[in-house]
């Protein structure tokens, strides 16, 4: 475990604290002298999740209906009136 501070410590200094943190450094907090928290990068230093180009979404299947209006008792539960007024 990094170092342990307490919650008013993290608080006047939490800006330095997220950045030793991005850089890797893992930091808990605690309170009355028990961690509560535990500050850390979200990624490994130097490590990055390679990210998926937008709109690759791979799509299987898609019903021919997908788009179909919705039956008229859940379109009507949808827009919060009662069936029976249909």
Known sequence: ??????????????????????????????????PRARLMPLDKPGTARPRRPAGTLRIRHIAEDFDAPLPADMQAAFEGKDEELL
């Not at 990094?2 to 808990?28: D, F, P």
């Open 1 to 34: 475990m990094g170092k342990t501070l307490n919650i008013y410590e993290a608080k006047s200094q939490l800006s330095s604290l997220v950045e030793r943190a991005a850089a890797g450094e893992e930091i808990v907090i605690a309170k009355a002298g028990h």
